[in-house]
């Protein structure tokens, strides 16, 4: 399984780092603390999951933004959902999509 092992992390920590507070704080309690989903949310790792996003990742992105959390949706700043993104890919071993013009996140607007 391709969940988020602590290797998987090591790889990749400073591009992950701001998406894993967005994750833990917004995403874990439906999505899993792996990616691995619930009977409701989908798993965010896996062979379906890479099926339907693999090359997507600005749909990815304009989705999570758009529709996810999924109890209040639209609530991410475009820097969160980018960050989360770029985590989900990197769980996937996908490749990060080109930032969003304006949506960097330092941090400053996280909280
Ligand atoms: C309240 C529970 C809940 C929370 C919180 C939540 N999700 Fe979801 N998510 C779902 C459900 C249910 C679906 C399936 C329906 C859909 O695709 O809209 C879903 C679908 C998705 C999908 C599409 C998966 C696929 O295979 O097409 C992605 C990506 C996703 N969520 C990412 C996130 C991210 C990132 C966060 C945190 C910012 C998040 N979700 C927070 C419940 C949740």
């Excluded at 790889?11 to 995403?27: K, M, N, Q, S």
């Excluded at 874990?28 to 009977?39: K, P, T, V």
């Excluded at 989360?84 to 990197?90: E, G, N, Q």
């Amino acid at each position: 399984m391709a969940s988020l092992s602590a290797a998987a992390l090591a790889r990749a920590p400073r591009a992950v780092e701001p998406g894993h507070l967005v994750y833990a704080a917004r995403c874990a309690a439906c999505h899993g603390r792996n990616f691995e989903g619930d009977e409701d949310a989908p798993a965010l790792v896996g062979v379906r999951f890479e099926a339907k996003w693999r090359g997507q990742a600005a749909r990815l992105r304009d989705k999570i933004g758009r529709s996810m959390p999924q109890d209040d949706p639209g609530s991410l700043s475009p820097a969160q959902a980018s960050d989360v993104t770029a985590l989900i890919l990197a769980a996937n071993r996908m490749p990060l999509p080109p930032r969003t013009p304006g949506a960097r996140s330092d941090g400053s607007e996280a909280m």
